[in-house]
């Protein structure tokens, strides 16, 4: 899902004066799409994705899960490759592949020596406007996104839960609908609907090629001009997404479930992300997350674990990274055999509490060390960076948001956290959602 917390876990520097994180160089083609390179030259090895500004929130009405099958089936042939072939090659040539759909972007990506680069170039370039499929090949493939589903959702009760919540706390914005889809519109898509949609979205000025590794933009400029320079420009597109209409009302979601053996306790709430909403506030949430839910040391651990003794764990969890509203939640796994009636207001009163009393300097800043210390780890780890830009670009962000993201948190003070608090929880209506044991008859 994409960078908030990621960029939280992976951006990290000794002082606040270094201007830069990972250093890319950018560049756009003729065609309008966007090139990245981040060089890192620990290992003769490269990491190529591509990014399309699509994902399941770009989905039609009753077609949910089109880009989730879609992403199945670019695994598929082109007009000059056989089904499967260009996995195969990567498998050959010791690389390892995969693709994966959000909300906001669906990703394709490859892992390979140096020296095979231009071949994944070619191969992904290739299916980029050139893929051919079939309604022999639909069907098989839309019954293993059916299976998918049922073994990731029907089977499993938290996933279950959490689709509902999804749908209650989104009205009217497309983030209510499951990115694997709704089973009987994930049943009735059909080639043509698939091949409309891929020639809509499908296309370099709707893409962001980024390349991370033991590579430099000399080296990679002229393979990108090359493979992914030559196929024509396709229409601009307009991301066209709903508002999200005011919360009237708290809701309340339960499900109890045979399957169930620990129960645990969600609230969720309305919060602006990088690109929706009142975005001053951003770089404060991500500190008050820290503050409330982020380990040990924090709020909800102290209070429901540590004094009240009524959790196994208590957390809270916020990431801007979103083209459209983002979620401010918190998570209680409660004591066995504790009453569920007693988390809610200890929640509240922690809330209540940092509100009307503040929150220090100290504190803020050992939430900034923390997220930097931990990231310090993070950072270092390959295909991290390509992620980080991925998600930023596919959402509305830019290349120096996220170098500059050292600079701005640090400048969160104890007042914009109060500010951002208020802003989020303090007369706003929540969804509280409860998984439960189904009772014994």
């Not at 709903?242 to 399957?259: F, G, Y």
């Not at 509305?396 to 996220?402: C, K, L, R, Y």
């Given at each position: 899902m994409a960078a908030g917390l990621l960029l939280a876990a992976t951006l990290a520097v000794s002082t606040i004066a270094e201007a830069k994180i990972f250093d890319p160089k950018t560049f756009t083609l003729k065609n309008g799409m966007q090139v990245v390179v981040i060089s890192n030259n620990r290992a003769p090895v490269v990491r190529q994705m591509v990014w399309y500004k699509v994902g399941s929130a770009d989905e039609g009405e009753g077609e949910s899960g089109i880009a989730h099958l879609l992403e199945h089936l670019m695994f598929k042939g082109t007009k000059t490759t056989e089904s499967g072939e260009f996995s195969k090659k990567i498998a050959r040539n010791g690389g390892q592949e995969n693709a994966f759909t959000s909300y906001d972007y669906t990703a394709y990506f490859q892992t390979i020596a140096k020296d095979r680069l231009e071949m994944v170039m070619k191969y992904e370039a290739n299916r980029m406007t050139n893929l051919v499929i079939t309604a022999d090949e639909v069907v098989p493939e839309r019954d293993v996104v059916l299976e998918e589903r049922r073994s990731r959702v029907d089977n499993n009760p938290g996933a279950q839960l959490g689709e509902q919540v999804n749908a209650t706390l989104f009205t009217n914005y497309p983030y209510r609908r499951p990115i694997i889809g709704w089973e009987h519109e994930i049943a009735a898509l059909d080639l043509d609907r698939i091949l409309a949609f891929y020639k809509k979205y499908y296309a370099p000025n709707n893409?962001?090629?980024?390349?991370?590794?033991?590579?430099?933009?000399?080296?990679?400029?002229?393979?990108?001009?090359?493979?992914?320079?030559?196929?024509?420009?396709?229409?601009?597109?307009?991301?066209?997404?709903?508002?999200?209409?005011?919360?009237?009302?708290?809701?309340?979601?339960?499900?109890?479930?045979?399957?169930?053996?620990?129960?645990?306790?969600?609230?969720?709430?309305?919060?602006?992300?990088?690109?929706?909403?009142?975005?001053?506030?951003?770089?404060?949430?991500?500190?008050?997350?820290?503050?409330?839910?982020?380990?040990?040391?924090?709020?909800?651990?102290?209070?429901?674990?540590?004094?009240?003794?009524?959790?196994?764990?208590?957390?809270?969890?916020?990431?801007?990274?979103?083209?459209?509203?983002?979620?401010?939640?918190?998570?209680?796994?409660?004591?066995?055999?504790?009453?569920?009636?007693?988390?809610?207001?200890?929640?509240?009163?922690?809330?209540?509490?940092?509100?009307?009393?503040?929150?220090?300097?100290?504190?803020?800043?050992?939430?900034?060390?923390?997220?930097?210390?931990?990231?310090?780890?993070?950072?270092?780890?390959?295909?991290?960076?390509?992620?980080?830009?991925?998600?930023?670009?596919?959402?509305?962000?830019?290349?120096?948001?996220?170098?500059?993201?050292?600079?701005?948190?640090?400048?969160?003070?104890?007042?914009?956290?109060?500010?951002?608090?208020?802003?989020?929880?303090?007369?706003?209506?929540?969804?509280?959602?409860?998984?439960?044991?189904?009772?014994?008859?």
């Open positions: 893409a962001i090629l980024i390349v991370e590794g033991d590579v430099t933009v000399d080296e990679l400029k002229p393979l990108a001009e090359k493979y992914y320079g030559a196929i024509p420009r396709g229409p601009d597109i307009k991301r066209e997404r709903t508002i999200e209409p005011p919360a009237r009302a708290n809701k309340r979601v339960a499900l109890e479930h045979e399957r169930v053996t620990q129960e645990r306790w969600n609230r969720s709430y309305l919060a602006p992300s990088y690109s929706y909403g009142e975005g001053q506030h951003r770089y404060a949430l991500q500190i008050l997350t820290e503050l409330l839910g982020g380990g040990a040391s924090s709020r909800l651990h102290k209070r429901l674990i540590l004094d009240d003794k009524i959790a196994l764990s208590a957390g809270s969890y916020y990431s801007p990274d979103a083209l459209g509203p983002a979620t401010f939640y918190f998570y209680v796994s409660p004591k066995p055999g504790t009453d569920m009636t007693k988390i809610d207001p200890a929640v509240d009163e922690e809330l209540a509490r940092l509100i009307q009393e503040g929150v220090t300097k100290k504190e803020v800043d050992d939430a900034i060390d923390r997220l930097q210390n931990h990231a310090a780890f993070a950072r270092d780890n390959f295909g991290t960076a390509a992620r980080v830009f991925g998600v930023a670009l596919t959402s509305g962000g830019s290349i120096d948001e996220v170098e500059s993201w050292p600079a701005r948190i640090a400048e969160v003070t104890p007042e914009a956290v109060v500010a951002a608090a208020k802003h989020v929880f303090q007369g706003a209506f929540h969804v509280t959602s409860e998984l439960l044991p189904k009772p014994q008859s």
